[in-house]
């Protein structure tokens, strides 16, 4: 299909023209532009002033201690000098000297606090300890021995001096944000991208610091206006090259404060001050343009109506149609009827594996298999945050993960996607990935270069709180470019654009909000642009860490038809984490319940729902209200999950269960396979469930207790119905 040059204007617009009339509004604003006005000002006076005024500032005449007059409008010093011509004169330095630190001191800080905050190890502790160093020295002391040993260097010794004695503070700062920012899940996002280091901390990590490396520039050119005054009054820079500073110096020596000759000392003070309160101004209103939360309604009405244009000339050139053809794999077939029927009240409440591939009689194919995975925290005494499990996901199947807070679930979704950070690691066992040719690839031990080509091509990851996984200063059409151009660096630009809106409208977002920052979208729409993004190189495998988290039951229900639609169109598989079984129940084909980082049942979930094998699951179970059927006491789960780093001895849930007897407590139940559950004639054999329970080892048959005689009406009456 042919683009049209007025398709690509339409395309490229929002890239190239938003941020440049952005940024010419912000300096429009009134605290803006009064700072401008201040700075700019003297800014012209330091570079044309000595140029138009021919009067040497040194010269001596008969006209001493003069007030100001017509003639002399700010008067003249003891020896007769023109205090105007030296303030002219002394502009020069001043702001050369301030503005040369403030950039220099403002680079050294950015390049070390943003170095050493994101990159772990011991670069980092010594980067730290080095601006630690220089933090506890004090600074006028050492400026003061400096500028003594560099008399005559001029200002670009005095430029060097306050460089080094003032960039700690902002690396200091911005080492301490870059912390908090580098755990953040856009961070995350990004890494799973497959995006290097150094392309994170300058694209990702920056642009949320923008406002405190403005603060810190604008702050290090008033200090060293004012470091720069301090040094000449004190005589330690040359005399004879004039700035505000060398001015103050010679009104002292002279007594001008004795012979009441204000005019002599105040201008160059006010002169200080008032590029002192006009870097504040800019400061201030900088704020509103930087953060885009601040920024003006009519920003925001403006950026819809080009966006609206956009999707209008997307939508009529076709790219809708050819979301499917575009993709960069083969065709893959469709796993059910329709997105709508797999997520009818009917399949829900009547079978709820009724449209999974299993049910279908689709050839159920490994796509990802987990074998005797064991994760561990820590050095000293490691905390087994994942032990000893075996897992296997099928293609185009909906396997959950369900479990209380704790019992490793997002650890064991961090492992497969290999983003689990320091003092995570993963200490034995296989996570192998399966492609549609039958080539085989062990997860676990992919470098560096090729994890970050697997990672998003075959495997993605959508993180358990939207908000903090976008990027909240970069717009959402622009945080799923990114992905494009990290992996798809021959994509041209228009293809792009066509790309993220095909993306959108996949999954239900009108392309005009391509340009919204997150916080201008709902919670479920953050959720959506989310798997929108996850969606965007077509992987096979996508993982979902309690993507329902925070929202509404009716945006979970969205979210879920959403996933359960793109699922059957598209043909991944989908790994689905939640503490919410009932939301399980609905949408999952197979079901693994885990406690304290094992696996202590996984079953499909029709049997789960029909018959839970394990205490646990009974509990969790037993947890939902009915919504019709006589009432009960809801039974839950007696007790608290236990402390990962003292875990009982045996079956870590036996201190818990109401049904444990002698062998609980002397060793660990191993996951082993149980009788499946009679099936009605003509319907799919559903794979034997398995638990981890010493109540059903040997004979295969629940002890006494054992088995929770459940109807449809106990899941049903959960949130989710």
């Known amino acids: 299909m042919i683009i049209s040059s007025d398709l690509e204007v339409a395309v490229a617009e929002p890239e190239e023209g938003r941020p440049s009339r952005g940024l010419l509004r912000g300096l429009l604003a009134p605290k ?41 409008l700010l008067g003249t010093t003891q020896q007769g000098q023109d205090v105007l011509t030296q303030v002219i004169y002394g502009a020069r330095i001043s702001i050369e000297v301030g503005f040369g630190a403030g950039i220099l001191t403002t680079l050294w800080s950015v390049v070390v606090g943003l170095t050493g905050g994101y990159l772990a190890g011991t670069g980092s502790e010594l980067l730290s300890m080095f601006s630690n160093v220089f933090l506890v020295i004090p ?72 406002a405190i490396i403005t603060a810190t520039f604008l702050g290090s050119v008033v200090g ?34 004795l012979a009441r000759a204000w005019w002599w000392f105040v201008p160059p003070g006010l002169c200080i001050a008032l590029v002192g309160t006009g870097l504040a101004f800019i400061n201030f209103g900088l704020d509103d343009v930087i953060n885009p ?35 960069s794999r083969s065709a893959r077939p469709a796993l059910a009827a329709s997105a709508s029927a797999a997520l009818s009240p009917a399949r829900t409440a009547a079978n709820p594996s009724e449209s999974s591939p299993s049910a279908a009689g689709t050839v159920r194919q490994p796509v990802l298999q987990l074998r005797n ?41 961090r492992a497969v996607t290999r983003l689990l950070r320091p003092p995570g690691r993963i200490v034995s066992g296989d996570m192998i990935y399966t492609s549609r040719s039958g080539r085989e690839l062990n997860i676990a031990g ?13 495997i993605s990851i959508v993180f358990q709180s939207a908000m903090n996984a976008l990027n909240p200063v970069l717009s959402l059409g622009t945080q799923i470019d990114d992905v494009l151009r990290t992996h798809r660096p021959a994509m041209r630009r228009v293809q792009r654009a066509q790309r993220v809106c095909e993306l959108l409208q996949l999954v239900g977002i009108s392309p005009d909000r391509a340009s919204a920052y997150p916080h201008e979208l709902s919670g479920g729409m953050r959720q959506r642009a989310m798997i929108a993004m996850g969606l965007a190189l077509d992987p096979e495998i996508i993982v979902m860490d309690e993507p329902t988290t925070a929202l509404d039951v009716v945006i979970q229900r969205q979210v879920i038809e959403t996933i359960m639609g793109l699922r059957d169109q598209l043909g991944f598989a989908v790994i689905f984490i939640t503490h919410d079984l009932s939301l399980l129940i609905e949408l999952s084909d197979t079901i693994a319940i885990m406690y304290a980082g094992r696996i202590v049942e996984l079953a499909a979930a029709s049997q789960l729902y029909d018959r839970p094998l394990h205490p646990y699951s009974q509990g969790l179970l037993g947890s939902f209200p009915t919504l019709t059927g006589p009432r009960r006491e809801l039974a839950g789960v007696p007790g608290y999950p236990p402390d990962m780093r003292r875990l009982p001895g045996g079956c870590s849930f036996q201190p818990r269960c109401q049904q444990a007897f002698g062998p609980c407590a002397g060793s660990v139940p191993l996951l082993l396979s149980q009788p499946a559950a009679a099936t009605p004639a003509g319907a799919a054999t559903a794979p034997a469930p398995q638990v981890a329970c010493f109540l059903y080892e040997g004979n295969g048959a629940a002890g006494p207790g054992g088995g929770l005689a459940s109807s449809r009406e106990t899941v049903t009456g959960g949130s989710h119905a």
């Open 32 to 72: 803006v532009m009064f700072g401008v006005v201040i700075v700019g000002f003297f800014i012209l006076l330091a570079i044309f002033g000595p140029i138009l005024v021919h009067t040497d500032p040194g010269t001596v005449t008969s006209a001493r201690l003069q007030p100001p007059s017509l003639k002399h």
């Open 139 to 210: 600074s006028l002391p050492l400026v003061v021995i400096l500028a003594a040993y560099l008399p005559n260097s001029g200002s670009t010794g005095i430029i060097i001096v306050i460089t080094v004695t003032g960039w700690a503070w902002g690396a200091r700062v911005l080492r301490a944000q870059t912390l908090s920012l580098r755990r953040r899940d856009f961070v995350e996002a990004a890494r799973a991208t497959g995006e290097r280091s150094i392309k994170i901390m300058w694209y990702d990590i920056l642009p949320n610091e923008v």
């Open 224 to 257: 060293a206006i004012l470091t720069e005054a301090s040094i000449a009054f004190l005589g330690l820079s040359s005399v004879t090259e004039w700035s505000w500073g060398t001015m103050l110096y010679w009104a002292q020596v002279s007594g001008a404060e």
């Open 293 to 327: 939360r601040l920024r003006a309604d009519g920003t925001s009405a403006r950026r819809w109506r080009r966006t609206r244009a956009l999707a209008a000339a997307l939508t009529f050139a076709g790219t809708r149609s050819r979301l499917v053809a575009a993709r």
């Open 373 to 413: 995975l064991r994760i561990e925290y820590g050095s000293g005494v490691p905390v087994r945050a994942v032990n000893d499990v075996s897992l296997t996901l099928h293609r185009g199947e909906v396997l959950g993960i369900a479990g209380e807070s704790g019992s490793g679930k997002s650890t064991l979704a």
């Open 446 to 458: 992919l470098a560096d270069a090729e994890l970050r080509k697997f990672r998003w091509e075959e």
